[in-house]
Every structure is written in C-alpha cells, then in structure tokens.
C-alpha cells in the first residue's frame, strides 16, 4: 500500500494565483515525520520543510505555508501568489520512527506555473 | 550547492555493463543514502551506510552494491545492466544514523543504459 498519496499528478496555474499542493500519509506509528522537498527541471531535490507527528501547528515561510492536520493524515502544501520560478515537481515524503532509515515519498506533483 | 557531491553527473552505457557511481557526503555526515528515481517506479530507496557499516536495506536488486568508505564516501555499483536500470540515481547524507531529521541530496547522476 502506499504510504503517501500525492493525487495531483499536474497542476497548471497562471502567475500570481494561489495553489494547494495535496498530500494523504499512511503510518500506524505515533511519531513520524513529513517533508516537502521540491524538484525543478535541473533535477536536484531541495528540502523545503520537516514536520513532526507531534507538531500541528501551521507554518508559514514567506509565500509557502503547510497545513498539517493529523485527523484526515493530511500535510497539504500552498504556495502564495505563484511565480514561474516555482514551476517544478514537489514531492511530499514521510520518514517512520520506526524505520527512520529511509523516506517514503509520494508520487509527485509537476506544478506549472503560466506567465 | 548542498555539500553533496555526486559524481559523474551523467552516464551512458551498454546492456550488461557495470558502472560505479560515486557519492562524497555533507562534510560531518556519517550517513548516506542512496535512492533510485526512475518513470515508472517513482523515488525508492536502495540503501544507507552508517560511518561505513550497512544500516537499512530498500529496494535494492542483487545485481547492485554499495560501499562506504573510511573517508566516508560511498560507491554505489551496478552491473548486468538492464534498459529499466535507466534512472536518476540520488545519494543524501546525513549527521545521524536516522533520516528522521532530514537529509540533504547531491544533484544525482543520470544513468542511461542503451
């Protein structure tokens, strides 16, 4: 079964609207973690945000913001006012106290931002 | 740049061939971590090596290994080399056994095999 579900495959958006990345985890262990890394078209893997079990509280870093909400297994991403420089793939990935070894990652989300 | 070097950053070889792909860590990282990105399979993980000792095994094919280094830096070897073995190949190191805080990734290499 699939540990994260990321079932936006593509999303397109013109400049400066707002977009919500979605995410559904799956673990039956009480402390976890959750991450969004992003990944633009030269390929490498930028870590945007940990979150863990623990921490519910929302987070914002100047256009990003992260809902975490543990009672629909959700950590949902939005970017604010897109610009095209966000266009790329963002995974959402979770780590398991249990197997904190190795991250489980969604499937992706190719976000393309229009100008 | 992260402060993971992965080297070389692209690879074209034949079916049934062997290739080595080279991962320096973060300076004070004792883990690495390497991972497969592929079409069809997604990001999985292969293997992680603890200041040179195997920590956790994913989903790596017996056709492949991986060694870390007293200098810590890890080889990850493919040989038999398959059309589908084509993929992005991530390493990422870490300060602690865990990847629980997080872990940094190198620009990976792009392996082709024709």
């Known amino acids: 079964a699939q540990k994260v579900t990321q079932a936006q495959t593509e999303i397109s958006v013109v400049e400066k609207e707002d977009v919500t990345l979605d995410c559904v985890y799956e673990?039956?262990?009480?402390?976890?973690?959750l991450f969004w890394y992003k990944q633009p078209p030269s390929g490498e893997l930028v870590f945007l945000i940990r979150?863990?079990?623990?921490?519910?509280q929302n987070e914002i870093s100047g256009r990003y913001s992260w809902n975490f909400q543990k009672s629909t297994s959700s950590f949902n991403f939005t970017i604010t006012a897109s610009q095209v420089v966000d266009s790329a793939v963002y995974f959402c990935?979770?780590?398991?106290?249990?197997?904190?070894?190795?991250?489980?990652f969604g499937t992706g989300t190719s976000l393309t931002v229009i100008p | 740049d992260s402060g993971v070097t992965q080297t070389p950053k692209h690879l074209i070889t034949a079916t049934g061939q062997r290739v080595t792909l080279r991962c320096s860590p973060r300076?004070?990282?004792?883990?690495v971590y390497w991972y497969q990105q592929s079409l069809d399979q997604g990001l999985q993980f292969l293997i992680q090596?603890?200041?040179?000792?195997?920590?956790a095994k994913g989903n790596i094919l017996e056709r492949f290994s991986a060694q870390q280094f007293p200098d810590l830096h890890s080889e990850l070897n493919l040989s038999s080399l398959e059309l589908g073995d084509s993929a992005l190949y991530f390493c990422?190191?870490?300060?602690?056994?865990?990847?629980?805080?997080?872990?940094?990734f190198g620009s990976g290499t792009r392996l082709t095999v024709v």
């Open positions: 673990t039956r262990d009480t402390t976890y973690y």
């Open positions: 979150r863990n079990s623990f921490d519910e």
């Open positions: 090596y603890y200041n040179g000792e195997e920590r």
């Open positions: 990422a190191s870490s300060v602690g056994h865990s990847g629980s805080y997080g872990y940094t």
């Open positions: 990935a979770l780590s398991e106290q249990d197997t904190g070894n190795q991250f489980y």
């Open positions: 300076s004070g990282d004792l883990s």
